[in-house]
């Protein structure tokens, strides 16, 4: 297993006033292992295929994850940020399950 070191996204959303709502982005480090490393194109009906990601990633968990463990968003790895696509509690570990590239506008 390889390792991997980089950073967790959480995105609160938060009502500034009525009908006014904002992202709050949380950016916390975290080091783990690479579980499995699947990299695979989308080839749908666009010119351009998308790259993503079937990766599995583990991270010990902290505290502080634990706070805004539901709201996780994205993994920066390798200067990208990635899509979480599910998350697996398995104590003392965070399993997350990636997907391609965190595109939020």
Known sequence: MS?????????ITRETEEGV???DK??????????????RNDNNASVNSNLRLTNEVSILLDSKF???LETLKYVIWK????EV???????PRLTIH????????
């Not at 949380?26 to 990299?39: C, D, F, H, M, Q």
């Not at 200067?79 to 990635?82: A, F, I, L, M, V």
């Open 3 to 11: 390792r991997v070191s980089g950073k967790l996204g959480f995105v």
């Open 21 to 23: 709502w904002l992202e």
């Open 26 to 39: 949380i950016e916390l480090p975290a080091k783990g292992t690479i579980r499995s490393l699947y990299v």
């Open 66 to 68: 634990q706070t805004y």
């Open 79 to 82: 200067g990208s940020k990635w």
């Open 85 to 91: 696509q599910s998350i697996g509690v398995n104590y």
């Open 98 to 105: 990636l997907g391609g590239l965190y595109a939020h506008v």
